[in-house]
């Protein structure tokens, strides 16, 4: 999955007509062989329990309401209505924000990118005070969801002892999308990059990360602020 002699990786998105392996935990998530994936996982304490019971109640009656195959409007109206809500708790900045400290980001860093052109294929992420958006291509036979909590718990341990604590520092789950093209992908890429300025972040609060091929694909169609943004995406 290495990048050709474009300069650009040769990545594979949603096929709607190949199988897809759908889990369930607290989230419903999907997977499909070397797929490319929009990822945000928070701490666990950046959003109040109240907030995210109410979410939830909300989110399941929408669901009842609306079962799966979705049309690409359903599927649009679903992120308006909850992706974006979960997003507007992120950027309030609740809980310890642990991640706002430049060492910690570094540790979080340092996970995402150990098995970086090994076991996937890093495009772009950005480290909040509370949260992480990441934007991957997985190699084949990599499982996402083992790979999310290999970085949770070696972050997670490795953040404790540091701050001679042993506490819960990441929440459970995570949420996943599946890109669907370039166009969506660099439509996720705007959102990562824009992220910390969407939230009012000043430099020094955050880290960020493009690989060359972001960086050229963003210069090259321009990253216009009237461009709408994408949400952070759910299952």
Not at 43 to 51: F, G, K, M, N
Not at 52 to 75: F, G, I
Not at 131 to 158: C, I, P, Q, Y
Not at 201 to 230: I, K, N, T
Request: glycine letters at 4%; charged letters at 25%.
């Amino acid at each position: 999955m290495e990048p050709d002699s474009s300069g650009y990786p040769t990545l594979r998105f949603l096929n709607e007509f190949a199988e897809i392996r759908k889990t369930q935990n607290h989230l419903p998530h999907w997977q499909q062989d070397e797929a490319t994936y929009f990822l945000t996982f928070r701490l666990a304490d950046s959003i109040p329990v109240s907030l995210l019971d109410e979410w939830r109640k909300k989110r399941n009656v929408w669901l009842m309401d609306h079962p799966k195959s979705w049309t690409t409007e359903t599927e649009a109206e679903y992120h308006k209505r909850f992706s974006t809500t979960i997003d507007q708790f992120l950027d309030q900045g609740l809980g310890s924000c642990l991640l706002g400290d430049s060492g910690i980001a570094a540790i979080v860093a340092e996970a995402f990118h150990h098995f970086d052109h090994s076991r996937y294929l890093l495009h772009t992420w950005v480290i909040m005070p509370n949260h992480v958006h990441l934007m991957l291509s997985l190699e084949k036979t990599v499982d996402l969801g083992e790979t999310v909590a290999s970085w949770k718990r070696f972050t997670a341990n490795k953040i404790n002892r540091q701050a001679h604590a042993s506490g819960t520092i990441w929440q459970q789950d995570y949420f996943d999308r599946l890109i669907r093209d370039w166009d969506h992908f660099i439509n996720v890429a705007r959102y990562i990059r824009r992220n910390p300025v969407k939230a009012k972040l000043p430099v020094g609060a955050f880290a960020v990360y493009e690989a060359p091929w972001v960086v050229r694909l963003l210069s090259s169609q321009g990253a216009a602020d009237s461009d709408p943004p994408e949400p952070m995406g759910g299952p």
